[in-house]
């Protein structure tokens, strides 16, 4: 076995952002541009984007934005909600170029990863449910109703009883949720955030239906994997396997390392060492010879869903920063606030802000500067740095959501306050 190629941790976190389309852009437009580009350019950076990370994953929480916008505005800046909304669901008239399913969570993916699914699909199918157990006395009558009348949505089918947590639905959407695992149904195209049920033979273009038998598991297992270590740039086992959730579930340990043997072996991955991250450790053979992109750092607030920082263990690794998703947390048992999204300034994550939007106003709940003392020292020092680019996010984002006045609630240390205050002041003018 050759000696594992010795990357800096720097260099290493460079590779990351560059992975995941955050230094420079390999898009068609860039975040300076992208408030007068065309709509037509729009939309295919937005496919671009999807294209690049693989997989975007999608929520319920909506602050500034759902995660899934918000993913989109990191990389691409004021692009536009219509614009994210044709490029992901179309207008139901095209071909589907993208589908949701089961990778890292419940994410968008471009339809061509269609066949690569199969894998859990059939684990699904294996199984004999999910979460509930399956109605099947619902499942011809949602068949047919699907192939009589047309895509359905939630309500066409009658949801979610009461509650409307995934507990209390009702049997027919129970039925529709298992169909869309086992891949007989098939979720193309949203109307408002309602999902739109399709059969997938009728939904889906027949290049990924194909002919052709779709791949055994083994294929899936090991395509998606070195996609995962593609869209991660530099990561461990733990971190590559995590992009589409390639848990022991699906296949043993043993076979999982054969795949990565294989993958060097083939030349797609190299192993690397990076002081600090427990091994082994892989990159992407191209992005490793390519070199960290050239251009400028995306300075952005980050989604907690956002693919380079959804590993929260990752994060820590790569940047040095603890991220709490803390939505669930009571209010009073919070540390850092309801939807934190980490401050991206220069490659680094540099400050937490806690955003609430009210009319015109973008409330920044809480600001949380690391000092050079810790997390929370009362005296500690802020970087002018970090307070210049939780100024410059903070004010882009404001503008972007339509907001003309942003206003702090809580900054942490104190200390900071004025200086956030002024840099905000310098931002805006």
Do not use: N
């Not at 191209?286 to 907690?304: D, E, F, I, N």
């Amino acid at each position: 076995m050759s000696t594992p190629v010795v990357l800096s941790a720097d260099e290493a976190r460079r590779l990351v952002l560059t992975a995941q389309g955050l230094i420079g852009s390999p898009y068609p437009l860039t975040p300076a541009t992208a408030a007068r580009s065309s709509d037509a350019r729009r939309v295919r950076s937005v496919r671009a984007v999807l294209e690049h990370l693989g997989a975007v994953q999608l929520d319920t929480i909506s602050v500034l934005a759902r995660s899934h916008e918000l993913v989109q505005y990191a990389r691409l800046g004021a692009v536009g909600r219509t614009a994210i909304d044709e490029a992901y669901w179309g207008d139901g008239t095209g071909p589907a170029t993208s589908f949701e399913y089961w990778s890292h969570a419940a994410s968008i993916l471009p339809v061509h990863l269609w066949p690569w699914f199969a894998f859990r699909r059939r684990w699904y199918q294996a199984r004999g449910e999910r979460w509930h157990s399956v109605p099947h006395s619902a499942l011809d009558v949602i068949r047919r109703r699907l192939l009589e009348d047309g895509p359905l949505t939630t309500r066409d089918i009658g949801g979610a009883k009461a509650g409307g947590e995934w507990w209390d639905w009702s049997e027919s959407k129970v039925a529709i949720e298992w169909l869309l695992d086992i891949g007989e149904v098939v979720c193309t195209r949203r109307v408002g955030w309602r999902r739109v049920y399709d059969l997938a033979e009728r939904a889906l273009p027949e290049r990924v239906l194909g002919p052709e038998p779709e791949p055994d598991d083994d294929e899936c297992i090991r395509h998606l994997t070195l996609l995962g270590a593609r869209a991660v740039g530099v990561g461990t086992v733990g971190d590559i396997l995590d992009v589409h959730r390639l848990s022991g579930r699906y296949t043993s340990r043993a076979h999982l390392r054969e795949v990565f043997d294989d993958l060097v072996a083939d030349g797609q991955l190299v192993e690397v060492s990076v002081p600090g991250w427990r091994g082994p450790v892989y990159a992407d053979t191209a992005l490793l010879s390519a070199g960290p992109a050239s251009g400028r750092h995306r300075t952005t607030m980050l989604s907690a869903f956002d693919s380079l920082i959804w590993h929260r263990g990752r994060t820590e690794r790569v940047f040095d920063f603890e991220h709490l998703f803390e939505p669930y947390v009571p209010a009073a048992r919070r540390q850092h606030g309801y939807f934190t999204m980490p401050v991206l300034h220069r490659g680094q994550l540099v400050s937490r802000v806690d955003p609430k939007r009210i009319g015109t106003t973008l409330e920044a709940c809480a600001a949380l500067f690391e000092t050079s003392e810790g997390t929370g020292a009362p005296h500690g020092r802020v970087s002018t740095t970090a307070v210049e680019g939780t100024a410059l996010a903070l004010t882009e984002a404001a503008r972007w959501v339509g907001c003309d006045t942003v206003r702090l609630v809580d900054v942490r240390p104190a200390s900071a306050t004025p200086l956030l205050a002024a840099a905000l002041r310098a931002a805006h003018a």
